[in-house]
């Protein structure tokens, strides 16, 4: 059974960064890409992107590049979400999940719990 | 704004049939990409409900059903419990992303 462990919420100020991690558990990590969700307060979940563990190319949705960073660190088996220059909108809960099937059915069954990040003077 | 639109909320009595439809386009659903549905409970993260248009991953009570046609695809929950009571999100492939509904919010009366 495969577990995502993220790291505890953030309190940031405008313009710093924040890394948010990813530690996977009971799978060959290097098997599944892993995927990045936001969730604003209040609104629905928004894929932002994702990042292939064996070549470790990402791919970044629309809206999320420039400013977002998705890393790996295969060792111990954990993705990284790294966004920069933070803006008030960036305050959210951000998800890793990890990827299943095939481009014309890819699906999320495993998710972390979430990590908070909020962005406030 | 989503390119797979949901209604925003659907609500029904214990015991009851309730369906939350996923409407999109011919560049997702209806080009063949399949759906998935995500529960959401409050405060806590998604959870894979039914992947491929109509499968149910173990655990997930055989209440829940998944389908699609056309441009569109609809979850149903039959015997309708309190704990059902969630935001309910479709998922499928559209321009080179993988695209999230709306969300719609599921209240047990």
């Known amino acids: 059974q495969a577990h995502l462990v993220q790291s505890g919420s953030e309190l940031k100020k405008p313009g710093a960064s924040v890394k948010v991690s990813c530690k996977a558990s009971?799978?060959?990590?290097?098997?599944?890409?892993m995927n990045w969700v936001r969730q604003a307060p209040g609104q629905g979940l928004e894929w932002m992107g994702w990042?292939?563990?064996?070549?470790?190319?990402?791919t970044y949705a629309q809206g999320f590049t420039g400013r977002f960073v998705f890393s790996l660190d295969t060792s111990v088996s954990t993705a990284y979400l790294q966004i920069s220059s933070l803006k008030a909108e960036d305050t959210a809960v951000y998800y890793c999940?990890?990827?299943?099937?095939?481009?014309?059915?890819?699906?999320?069954?495993?998710w972390g719990q979430g990590t908070l990040v909020t962005v406030s003077s | 704004q989503s390119v797979l639109t949901q209604p925003p909320s659907v609500s029904g009595a214990p015991g009851q049939r309730v369906t939350i439809s996923c409407t999109g386009s011919s560049s997702n659903i209806g080009a063949g990409y399949d759906v998935h549905w995500y529960q959401q409970l409050p405060g806590t993260a998604p959870k894979l409900l039914i992947y491929g248009n109509s499968n149910r991953p173990s655990g997930v009570p055989d209440r829940f059903s998944g389908s699609k046609s056309g441009t569109s695809a609809s979850l149903a929950i039959t015997g309708l419990q309190a704990e059902d009571e969630a935001d309910y999100y479709c998922q499928s492939y559209d321009s080179s992303s993988w695209v999230f509904g709306g969300g719609t919010k599921l209240t047990v009366l």
């Open positions: 990042i292939n563990t064996n070549t470790r190319n990402p």
């Open positions: 009971g799978y060959t990590f290097t098997s599944y890409a």
């Open positions: 999940a990890r990827g299943e099937g095939h481009s014309g059915s890819y699906y999320h069954r495993y």
